[in-house]
């Protein structure tokens, strides 16, 4: 039963390049949630999507995109890379947007903006 | 504004030491109040809370909330090297939509 995966492990950019992020959730969940972890920080709240729209929204700016496809694999995109925007990106995934079922997190992305 | 409070921010101990993290929250129609540790990459969930007094246990980790002083405690027993991690506090409202805020961890660091 594969877990959340998330590709690339990996990516260093430079400011004002654009990044692509891709998740895969866990089998048998449908919903998947973004977040960005800054170093010594908790998880931040980016977007969730469910049924291929975004459902919430976190304080985040509008270079900060998403989508999901109907095998709910999702995308994170960032566009005009900021130095701010180094950071842990975590995806997790879940089953429904109803009552709360634990999110299952995939190791991230770790991306480094210069 | 929701906010969630992890103390300490970082704690070192012995190996079969005891310890107890702390988790405080304000936040508006709280719903639920959950654990997770993060090793090194995709924090693993522990323990989900929802109702006040209800000890959750899993081995040598047990979690409590207090809806009343809104706080929860994590107690690691007879810690282990093993246990090393930042352990994440996460609370979930039942706004319009459901948000889940993070505090930002308690580092715990054993020593063998």
């Known amino acids: 039963d594969a877990g959340v995966t998330q590709s690339p492990t990996h990516l260093i950019k430079t400011r004002g390049q654009q990044v692509t992020l891709r998740c895969s959730p866990k089998?048998?969940?449908?919903?998947v949630s973004w977040y960005q972890q800054a170093l010594g920080q908790g998880p931040q709240f980016i977007f969730q999507?469910?049924?291929?729209?975004?459902?919430q929204r976190g304080n985040f700016p509008d270079r900060f995109s998403g989508h999901q496809y109907p095998n709910y694999s999702s995308e994170l995109n960032v566009n005009a890379l900021l130095l701010g925007d180094s950071a842990l990106y975590l995806c997790?995934?879940?089953?429904?947007?109803?009552?709360?079922?634990?999110?299952?997190f995939g190791n991230g992305t770790r991306l480094t903006v210069t | 504004e929701d906010k969630v409070v992890q103390s300490p921010l970082s704690l070192v101990v012995h190996e079969g030491d005891t310890v107890t993290l702390n988790c405080s929250y304000e936040?508006?129609?709280?719903?639920?109040l959950l654990w997770y540790k993060q090793e090194k990459k995709a924090p693993t969930f522990l323990f989900m809370l929802?109702?006040?007094?209800i000890e959750k246990k899993s081995g040598r980790l047990s979690s409590i909330l207090d809806k009343k002083e809104l706080f929860s405690i994590l107690n690691i027993t007879a810690t282990q090297t093993g246990d090393s991690a930042v352990y994440l506090c996460?609370?979930?409202?039942?706004?319009?939509?459901?948000?889940?805020?993070f505090g930002k961890g308690t580092r715990l660091h054993i020593l063998p």
């Open positions: 997790a995934s879940s089953y429904g947007t109803g009552d709360y079922s634990p999110l299952h």
């Open positions: 089998s048998g969940h449908d919903t």
């Open positions: 999507y469910y049924e291929e729209e975004e459902r």
């Open positions: 936040v508006t129609n709280f719903r639920s």
């Open positions: 929802t109702s006040s007094g």
């Open positions: 996460a609370v979930i409202t039942m706004n319009r939509d459901d948000k889940i805020i």
